[in-house]
């Protein structure tokens, strides 16, 4: 089945703690993205990557950090969380643009940083 | 990137009337997509309108691209309670752009 996986689901840290949220997809491809979504704010995106070791800040890249090693995966890695990064959190990918498809959403992660 | 004004934020509807969000931005955009999120789901996508004026249904739901390709709406004819989540409109900055900028969306309640 095509799809994105994330994983944790859930995820409760405390503030300074390092963590990574991991993004795998088996579609082949080349681009992929993190956004966050608030109440009020809608979704944002953090950063995106074009292909592999190509990556770009999006709207609010401050705190995070990616990688883009393979193809199939975007981890997201928050090295100092804070609460105001307490938020839900998703991964999407998608072919190149061009193609009327649109964007293929994993489940999300909801990280709490107490 | 690209900025979009979604309205309305909230929208509640008894079921089998219709229900329709707005999207508009101040400069002429190449194409719009709109995605669904379920309650406690992730986005997903429904279409993409790319030509001026450009008229798409899917079964109830009926998307719109303007002459001028500077708003959008989407369409729901008699409601279900189905149709519950938010309506979300996203945009790329331009065209062979990869930032995709969302709307706010619209928060549909559908009373039974």
């Known amino acids: 089945e095509a799809q994105v996986t994330q994983n944790p689901r859930y995820l409760i840290t405390v503030t300074g703690k390092k963590l990574t949220v991991t993004c795998s997809q088996n579609m082949n491809h080349e681009y992929m993205s993190w956004y966050r979504q608030d109440p009020g704010l809608g979704l944002r995106q953090i950063y995106y990557?074009?292909?592999?070791?190509?990556?770009d800040k999006g709207d609010v890249p401050e705190g995070y950090k990616v990688s883009r090693k393979e193809k199939r995966n975007f981890p997201l890695i928050l090295e100092s969380p804070s609460p105001n990064q307490t938020s839900l959190y998703f991964c999407?990918?998608?072919?190149?643009?061009?193609?009327?498809?649109?964007?293929?959403f994993g489940s999300g992660t909801r990280l709490t940083v107490v | 990137g690209q900025q979009v004004m979604q309205i309305p934020q909230y929208q509640h509807v008894q079921e089998g009337e219709d229900f329709t969000t707005y999207c508009n931005s101040s400069?002429?955009?190449?194409?719009i997509q709109w995605y669904k999120q379920r309650p406690g789901g992730h986005p997903v996508f429904l279409i993409q309108?790319?030509?001026?004026?450009e008229v798409k249904k899917q079964k109830r739901l009926t998307f719109q691209f303007g002459e001028a390709k500077k708003n959008s709406s989407l369409h729901i004819t008699a409601t279900q309670t189905t149709d519950v989540g938010t309506y979300f409109c996203?945009?790329?900055?331009?065209?062979?752009?990869?930032?995709?900028?969302f709307g706010k969306g619209t928060k549909l309640s559908v009373i039974p």
């Open positions: 309108l790319v030509k001026s004026g």
């Open positions: 999407a990918s998608r072919g190149y643009p061009g193609t009327a498809t649109g964007y293929t």
């Open positions: 990557s074009m292909n592999v070791e190509v990556t």
């Open positions: 400069t002429t955009l190449s194409n």
């Open positions: 996203a945009v790329y900055s331009g065209a062979g752009s990869y930032q995709l900028t």
